[in-house]
């Protein structure tokens, strides 16, 4: 409660899109030829402003070392998820650090490492919490895994962060974790269509999904029967109790 906070503060920087928005205007400013005059003279405070925070942009860390902070803050918060499930699940449900790794990892700019290691957070979170429906369903509703999943799209079928996304899937499928089943064939099997090896896994899926509803069909059919009997019997003892009437 006291320092997890604090240690997953990178995971919820902005400075990379303020980054991006101030070189978009650089671009944008060097490239318009017909602009207004105070724009178009070399020291107006407008064209200063920008140089001086162009200028102090560039004396920050480069953006591409923010990636192993975040790579092992991802590492660490899998663990707490594995040796601490009771206490981390309610950090995350409060602060949303499961879905703001996702989205970072959808990020073009997101370094393998960084991909790699929220496959793994991710994995934790599925193997640790698969009986609690529940979270579950928070991992499904808030789109975790749609991110993670379109990251088998953008690496080579045989890389390390394929690889584990495929171990992901295949952990799902024999932990028959059923809300996720459904949700991945039903929402996302084109992400995972784009490899023979990922295809293998989706037909596996698919096959899990049938087996679990042929299983709640024939369940609803066994709570049924005992009041299809009970119903039966009724009728019966009604209709004997008629015979018995009218013969005395």
Known sequence: DHYVPWFAAPLFDDDDEKDDLMADLMDDLDDLD????????????????????????KKKTPKKEKWPWRSQVCETLAYCVRAHGYQIKYFLLRSTAVVRVATLAS????????????????????????????YARYLVKNGTLGPVLALVGTVKADSLVACAVAELVDFVRSENVA?????????????????????????????????????????????????????????????????????T
Do not use: W
Not at 112 to 129: D, N, Y
């Open 34 to 57: 017909e602009s207004p005059a105070v724009l178009r003279e070399e020291d107006s405070p407008a064209r200063r402003r920008v140089a001086v925070s162009s200028d102090s942009k």
């Open 179 to 247: 809300i996720v089943v459904e949700h991945i064939v039903h929402h996302h099997a084109d992400k995972l269509a784009v490899s023979e090896t990922h295809k293998k896994l989706l037909e596996g899926l698919r096959e899990r999904l049938e087996q679990n509803e042929d299983l709640a069909h024939e369940s609803a059919q066994t709570l049924a029967l005992p009041e299809i009997v009970t119903e039966s019997a009724s009728s019966s003892s009604s209709s004997f109790t008629g015979r018995s009437s009218s013969t």
């Open 107 to 134: 990020s073009p700019r997101s370094s393998r490492a960084f991909r790699l290691a929220t496959v793994r957070f991710v994995r934790a979170c599925v193997g640790v919490f698969k009986s609690d429906d529940f």
